[in-house]
């Protein structure tokens, strides 16, 4: 992986289903541009796309790549299979629907969405993951909001290669240090959602200060936070000054004294401002 001082737009961190992935990607969500949320962050230099069944923007984000014109194999496009899709059938069922209804040829990473439809449920969708990757409808697989029981579990159920990826929420405010020291241990990267914390923390003290000290944005600061730990952040907008923005994050570096001071706001759980189904059964 590539150290702090060296991070560029470009650096890709290594996954243990032997593909790589870019460091920072746009999390498109349930909103009608994002297509062309995706055109400006290709033009701007990403070449990670997050996205989801459950936004109904796969077509979107198929659309946007094909017409940006950059070879696929430089792209990485992901996608998610909601709890109420878990189960084998229902979950392989959903995997040919999103090929085919997006008009992908594959997909890069493809997670269960969350861990809400129960153990055999997303077990049985796992499997279902691990025979499209088999083969050749996705590239990695993962999980996304799992917690460390619903990991062990996986692990211990044997149905499929250990997820390259858990996505989960993730800020200075909802560090997750249990799951993220899980993942660390099993080679498995974090991907971080709601890295910007929807907003809803840029007049923090703490953030404003280091953001003024270096002239660069509260946001900047978060994803470049996230970035420095190792992890993927997936920071969302539709406006494209913004996009363009959240990715000019690699000219500056957080020194120890700022990491430390962000370190120091973890809420743990009651720092979660999303769903964060992670103790579910």
Known sequence: MSTPASLSLKSLI??????????????????????A????????????????????????????AK??????????????????????EKC?????????????????????????SGSQKRL??????????????????????????HLRELEASNKGPTPAINQVELHPWCQQKEIVDYCRSKNIVIQAYCPLVRGEKMT????????????????????????????????????????IENSEVFDFELDAEAMDQLDSLDQGDKGAISWNPIYVD
């Open 204 to 243: 923090d003290s703490t953030l404003t200060k280091i953001a003024e000290r270096l002239k660069k944005t509260p946001a900047q600061v978060l994803i470049r936070w996230s970035l420095q730990h190792g992890f993927v952040p997936l920071p969302k907008s539709d406006k494209s000054h913004r996009i």
């Open 92 to 116: 392989s069922k959903a995997i040919q629907d999103s090929i085919e209804s997006s008009k992908a040829d594959y997909w890069d990473l493809i997670l269960l969405h969350d861990p809400t």
């Open 67 to 88: 017409s940006s014109r950059i070879e696929r194999s430089e792209l990485f496009l992901t996608t998610k299979i909601l709890g109420r899709d878990h189960g084998y």
């Open 37 to 64: 949320s995706c055109k400006t962050a290709f033009e701007g230099g990403y070449r990670h796309i997050d996205s989801a069944r459950m936004y109904h923007n796969e077509a979107d984000v198929i659309e946007a």
């Open 124 to 149: 049985e969708a796992y499997r279902a993951l691990a025979e499209a990757q088999k083969g050749g409808l996705v590239k990695s697989i993962g999980v996304s909001n799992f917690g460390v029981a």
């Open 14 to 35: 290594e996954l243990n289903s032997g593909k790589s992935m870019p460091m920072l990607g746009l999390g498109v969500y349930k909103s009608g541009d994002a297509k």
